[in-house]
């Protein structure tokens, strides 16, 4: 007899069954799972559990949302829709999936250290930049869907096998903060897509036209997971990597960047070199308390202030008049992001996304991040008559 039962008392079948459960805690578990799973909304009286459970109790999502099933929902949102851009987004989570798995394994397969070039930016070449942009390029080309292609580590775009030609237009940095490598901090992969703009051979003009031209853009983030977030102009979507299963499962749906933040991320070292505007900016933040963080990776400190909210600043300095970062593909694909999110992104003085390019490695200042943080450096812009 259970205990606290009294003599002469009729114990019920449910409580029997509620007694074994509490003795077994993996018949509790699926009880409680059922439970759970019978107060689902979204499902109907006839439709299969969207879990199951495994020997061990876990349970296995049976209807993941994964990356390709849902950029294959958006592709039926659109009329007359070829199939062409989730066939190519498809590529890139191939590329991506493949960095992952060097990025996590890069110390014992000797991929840490310098290639021993120096490529386009002046900067040194790594192996894992190397491997990287390879993934890229070969993914992309062999992909049926591209003609042209623009890398950061490449002189001049790369024109794809005509019998492979595509409509679109790529412009990718296949390793972004690879500085870090070595020290394992996050690093990311950046992309921007973009349709061919003129008839017959493609020619550089392909790519060289504004963000606000961009079809769909996205980054990949190696951290203590491998997230892509990504967009084709309906909002900002992030998907995990699962490991179990090979494939990027929709995580953070919908992202939205908060109105305003708490947080600044600039790299502080270059104070004395900042024009007025910049100067305030920073000056005021330090005067509220507000935090500062910087990793010294674009792709993970804009995460973080897509996720947190604030600003990201990577300002014009009096050696560096027109910026660091490239416009093609780092401005160009995070302002597009940003924007979606609800956020803003700006030189200072124009918006991002509204600069036409001259170069394929042109570069730029940013600002970018909540919108009420990044007028306030618009307003000081006009302030100063910069």
């Not at 949302?65 to 949102?77: D, I, N, P, S, V």
């Not at 390793?175 to 897509?193: A, T």
């Not at 918006?351 to 919108?371: A, C, E, K, M, N």
Request: aromatic share 6%.
């Amino acid at each position: 007899m259970p205990s606290g039962v009294k003599s002469g008392t009729t114990v019920s079948s449910s409580s029997r069954q509620i007694t074994k459960a509490e003795r077994c805690p993996e018949r509790q578990q699926t009880l409680a799972f059922r439970l759970r799973n019978s107060r689902r909304d979204d499902l109907s009286e006839t439709s299969p559990a969207p879990f199951k459970m495994t020997s061990t109790g876990q349970a296995i999502d049976t209807d993941s949302m994964t990356l390709t099933r849902f950029t294959l929902g958006e592709q039926k949102r659109v009329p007359h829709a070829t199939g062409d851009l989730t066939q190519l987004l498809v590529s890139i989570q191939t590329a991506v999936k493949a960095i992952s798995s060097a990025v996590r394994k890069a110390g014992i397969a000797k991929l840490y250290g310098m290639a021993g070039d120096v490529n386009v930016q002046g900067e040194e070449v790594k192996k894992l930049d190397v491997l990287a942009n390879d993934l890229f390029i070969n993914m992309l080309s062999s992909s049926y869907t591209t003609c042209l292609l623009v890398s950061e580590e490449n002189k001049t775009v790369i024109e794809v096998e005509q019998e492979r030609q595509g409509k679109y237009v790529v412009c990718f940095d296949p390793l972004d903060g690879s500085s870090n490598i070595d020290c394992l901090v996050s690093i990311g992969s950046i992309f921007s897509i973009y349709r061919k703009s003129t008839e017959g051979v493609p020619t550089v003009s392909d790519a060289l036209q504004p963000g606000n031209q961009i079809v769909a853009a996205g980054y990949a983030l190696y951290g203590s997971a491998t997230m892509m977030v990504i967009s084709t102009g309906n909002g900002v979507n992030g998907f995990m990597l699962d490991p179990s299963i090979g494939e990027f499962v929709l995580t953070d749906p919908n992202m939205r960047v908060k109105e305003k933040g708490k947080i600044y991320s600039l790299n502080e070292g270059y104070a004395n070199l900042w024009d007025p505007a910049v100067s305030e900016y920073v000056h005021g933040k330090k005067a509220k308390k507000a935090g500062a963080r910087y990793i010294g990776s674009m792709v993970a400190d804009v995460h973080r202030t897509l996720k947190y909210g604030g600003i990201f600043m990577y300002p014009a300095t009096s050696d560096a008049p027109k910026g660091k970062l490239r416009l093609l593909y780092e401005c160009n694909p995070m302002a597009f992001l940003m924007e979606q999110a609800g956020g803003q992104a700006t030189t200072g003085k124009m918006r991002i996304l509204d600069i036409v390019p001259s170069d394929i490695h042109q570069r730029t200042p940013i600002f970018l991040g909540s919108t009420d943080d990044v007028q306030e450096i618009i307003d000081l812009y006009k302030k100063h008559n910069l």
